[in-house]
């Protein structure tokens, strides 16, 4: 497995692994019909990163497959400390470490940004995606109710965070 930042070039590959990992799961903010984005403004999106200079979206490979995606998005003015992390691991990689290598260099790429503490939204059931998330500091700080509805069904999350001023 290979860890490296998304470049335009992966936009096309990237939007058939939403596809995947989409339909594989309803942990994610979408299904199997992904990202409504073409090619052009997927690589639109992932230059977005690139130019940014403090977000930043890494690609987990196996070989020429991407297995996992995860970023970092840094924001602005007074909450410049402040980074939000997105996560997602195709299912037959999971357990396998591809999310924690995902995770371990993300929190690296906050540190280098000045990011001081990083947050993240998790289904109240994902248990496998909390107990990464607690292997590495995070901690629950409160419950968006309702945050997802997927036909009738209303789910609820958990707010997490990762204070890095106290590692």
């Known amino acids: ?44 999106f992932i230059r977005s990163y690139l130019d940014d200079g403090r977000s930043v979206m890494l690609l987990a490979w196996d070989d020429d497959q991407i297995i996992g995606c995860g970023s970092i998005s840094a924001m602005g003015r007074r909450m410049s400390h402040r980074g939000e992390i997105a996560i997602s691991v195709r299912k037959s990689y999971w357990g396998r470490g591809a999310g924690s290598a995902l995770m371990s260099s993300l ?31 995070f901690r629950r700080i409160g419950t968006f109710p309702a945050f997802f509805r997927i036909g009738n069904e209303y789910i609820d999350f958990d707010i997490m965070v990762l204070d890095l001023r106290k590692i």
Do not use: W
Not at 21 to 44: K, Y
Not at 112 to 132: F, G, M, P, T, Y
């Open 107 to 137: 929190i690296e790429q906050a540190g280098r940004a000045d990011i001081e503490i990083i947050s993240l939204e998790v289904r109240c059931d994902n248990k496998r995606a909390i107990h990464l998330y607690e292997k590495f500091g």
């Open 1 to 44: 497995m290979e860890i490296r930042q998304a470049l335009p070039q992966d936009a096309e590959r990237l939007i058939q692994y939403l596809r995947i990992v989409g339909g594989e799961t309803d942990n994610l903010t979408f299904g199997a019909e992904g990202f409504p984005a073409s090619i052009d403004e997927e690589a639109a």
